[in-house]
């Protein structure tokens, strides 16, 4: 492999897409997209309905080939070495997936035992995630009788299980009630803690502002800004990321052009 | 802007398939534990048939099947030897609907577009449900042949051929299986991997399941004496008969099993990592 590069001190960011292409049919989903994410943290791709977030999560996590460009995990190239990819990532898709059949604990250490732990070790993380996730209560019931919040706690539990080091979150929050959705925020919050990357997809604004050190907003499948919530505000002179997100992707706006700019 | 990359995270561990494997198989015999109204279902299917054709139809289609019989209780027990090999083929072809639809369960549930994110091969994903349809299969053959021997079918099969037997009926269940792996794999929807798998509840009938293939006109004859499961089932006649098997008939019942079980795998391998929208 390449030597490092003298500047900074982490020269592999945890994700790095350059100029990637995907179309369905006729229809353009991303348009030259580039992104870099720094290992160990939040990034939070944002943008209205259709502008490429969960392509660009299907992409990165091996599900979807691209048309053109290139993107890595971890220095690993998505379309040439897949395995390798999966190896280092977990992905919370917006399908909930979790075996409805299984009882939490079941569910936990069938992926404890396709990351091939060892039966004590994936014991003993089952048991620790059920704690971590508050769901306990709930260890031998069917996953299926679980409500939607505690489904969704189960699922990213489940991604935890193989420790990996990227973590994929395809709008983790949607239809969760207030508190399941603040519960989920504090365990991406220990994730990140532990020095794990995460890029989340959300509509929500609140939760890219409460849970993102970086936004990147998509908007026709490129990339309008990528900044801090506070740049983001702050170039935009906007009281709040909702006003940011409204003059980036009004229908009309520039799109790709000022990407760069802003990025 | 160049793609600059710098080191590598290293990736240490190999992948290990029949670990996997194993695995997933274990995940397939526990749902079966867990609802065993589904086992029933697999087993309840054949012996309604079973109990149909024989007290209904039996009495009057022996006397077809097996030279000088009489129509009445002659003819039913006549038509339950006749029949019984084909209600096991029909017991396997049950299972395998059944894993259609549980294929197609995780295929349009979110578990399997995790298992896609994660390092285990589809061999793994899908074999699990292939492993478990075998133990499924032999459970609920078992069940419907002690059925059959309870309404009278007495099996002259020695041990040689009890042992042929098993490994035949593995062999047909694992072509059954891989080949309805691929109908749930590629099935839009629950709904329509449960319906795809009919064609295998039907073939039976179109061959010499029900009624020898000698009593059809010529075009339904040729088919019925070219599809797979005419020789399947005088493949299973021959072994529980005793040995009344022409060598020719079971070699060409294997080529079918082979062929469809390397098919049917080949295609659900292939369509498992298509893109879904």
């Not at chain 1, 190896?87 to 399908?95: A, D, K, P, Y």
């Not at chain 2, 795809?196 to 039976?204: D, E, N, W």
Request: proline share 7%.
């Amino acid at each position: 492999m390449p030597a490092t590069r003298p500047s900074g001190p982490d020269p592999t960011p945890a994700i790095e897409v350059v100029g990637l292409h995907k179309r369905y049919g006729d229809q353009i989903v991303l348009a030259d997209l580039d992104l870099s994410v720094p290992v160990g943290s939040v990034t939070a791709l944002l943008g209205p309905n259709g502008a490429g977030k969960t392509t660009t999560v299907s992409i990165l996590s091996t599900l979807l080939p691209a048309d053109g460009g290139t993107a890595r995990v971890l220095g690993h190239d998505v379309a040439r070495e897949p395995q390798a990819v999966r190896r280092l990532i977990g992905v919370t898709g917006q399908l909930s997936a979790v075996d409805p059949l299984l009882t939490v604990v079941e569910n936990l250490r069938l992926m404890a035992d396709l990351v091939h732990l060892p039966r004590a070790e994936g014991r003993r993380r089952a048991a620790g995630l059920v704690e971590r996730f508050g769901l306990g209560d709930a260890a031998r019931k069917p996953a299926q009788q679980l409500s939607g919040g505690m489904t969704r706690k189960l699922d990213l539990a489940m991604t935890l299980v193989g420790d990996p080091r990227v973590v994929f979150l395809d709008e983790p929050t949607t239809g969760l009630d207030p508190r399941a959705r603040r519960d989920l925020w504090e365990q991406v919050r220990t994730l990140v803690g532990h020095g794990t990357t995460v890029l989340l997809t959300t509509q929500y604004l609140d939760e890219a502002d409460q849970l993102a050190d970086r936004v990147a907003v998509l908007h026709e499948g490129r990339l309008v800004a990528h900044d801090t919530p506070a740049g983001l505000k702050a170039a935009h002179d906007a009281g709040s990321l909702d006003d940011v997100f409204l003059a980036l992707t009004a229908p009309g706006a520039p799109s790709g052009a000022d990407s760069k700019e802003v990025a | 802007m160049t793609a600059a990359v710098g080191p590598v995270v290293p990736v240490a561990a190999a992948p290990r398939p029949t670990q996997d494997l194993v695995t997933m198989t274990r995940r397939s015999l526990l749902h079966m534990a867990r609802y065993p109204s589904l086992t029933g279902v697999v087993v309840g299917m054949p012996v309604v048939l079973l109990l149909l054709f024989v007290y209904v139809f039996g009495g009057a289609f022996g006397a077809g099947v097996a030279e000088g019989v009489a129509p009445g209780a002659a003819g039913r027990a006549a038509y339950l030897d006749y029949i019984a090999p084909t209600m096991l083929v029909m017991t396997a072809t049950a299972v395998a609907q059944a894993t259609a639809i549980s294929v197609a369960m995780d295929m349009t549930g979110g578990i399997v577009t995790r298992l896609r994110t994660m390092p285990v091969a589809p061999v793994a994903v899908l074999g699990g449900h292939v492993v478990g349809a075998v133990v499924q299969t032999l459970v609920a053959t078992a069940a419907v042949l002690g059925v059959a021997v309870l309404l009278g079918f007495r099996p002259e099969a020695g041990v040689g051929e009890w042992l042929a037997l098993v490994g035949f009926f593995t062999l047909l269940t694992l072509a059954l299986t891989w080949v309805t792996v691929g109908m749930g794999v590629a099935a839009r929807s629950v709904e329509s991997a449960s319906n795809t798998p009919m064609i295998f509840l039907l073939l039976p009938f179109l061959g010499s399941g029900f009624v020898p293939v000698d009593t059809m006109p010529t075009a339904v004859r040729v088919f019925a004496e070219h599809q797979p499961f005419t020789p399947v089932i005088e493949t299973l006649r021959g072994l529980l008969g005793g040995g009344d098997l022409a060598a020719g008939t079971a070699w060409t019942a294997v080529a079918w099993c082979v062929g469809l079980a390397l098919l049917g795998w080949w295609w659900a391998r292939a369509t498992y990592r298509r893109p879904r929208a």
